[in-house]
């Protein structure tokens, strides 16, 4: 799949509170967003902590197990990891949200922490995959959270996306429908980011996936 992305910060911040990481292979896609808890400490670290962490978890530990075991075990070491924090930055926390394509089943699972959104596109219907859940969770529970998508259709295309984008524009929904179906489709990603920053409110972050 082709992605985009984007991650600006609220104006005024000298750090980003979020984060994204894309990692592909041939038989792996990790897309992943993440959005440190402003209120705690380091938003910015935990941001980047776990979208790091997820991948490095996966590919250096639990890659044996199969990418939906595999991933499920990553997810909760690196949560747990964030939750043993010590020092400056201990209390940190963040959303995550994660799109994962198994390329050999051609099929994809999906998970979000948090109140990150995840929106998948298809045969022109939009369908939220992650409704909120807590920031904060047993790590034991984790590994549930990781849901089987199923196949991996033609036409399908997901967004992943911080609440600084989904709480920006009412009609962002929609906004980001045209994106998708749009020849220039770079262009319209552009357009779409730029209008977000004219009532920016908070660190904003996009990124999408089409086939």
Known sequence: MRHLVKSIPAKGKTKNGDNFNFYEDKNIIIASVADGVGGNA????????ICQDLEYFYLNEYRNLGVKEGIAHSLMKSYAR?????????????????????????????????????????????????????????TDLL????????????????????DGVSENRKRFRQELD?????????????Q??????????????LMLLRG
């Open 178 to 190: 045209l994106v998708n179906h749009a020849d220039d489709w770079e262009g319209k990603f552009e």
């Open 42 to 49: 380091c938003d910015w670290k935990a941001s980047e902590q």
């Open 192 to 205: 779409m980011m730029q209008l977000n920053q004219l009532t920016q409110f908070d660190d904003m972050t």
């Open 143 to 162: 590994p549930a959270q990781v849901k089987d998508g199923g196949e991996l259709r033609p036409g399908i295309s997901f967004a992943l996306m911080s």
């Open 82 to 138: 964030i939750y043993w924090t010590k020092g400056a930055c201990e209390g940190m926390l963040t959303t995550l949200v994660s799109v994962i394509i198994d390329k050999q089943k051609n099929c994809y699972y999906y998970f979000g922490i948090g109140d990150s959104l995840i929106l998948k596109f298809e045969n022109n219907e939009i369908e939220d995959l992650t409704p909120e859940c807590p920031f904060r969770m047993q």
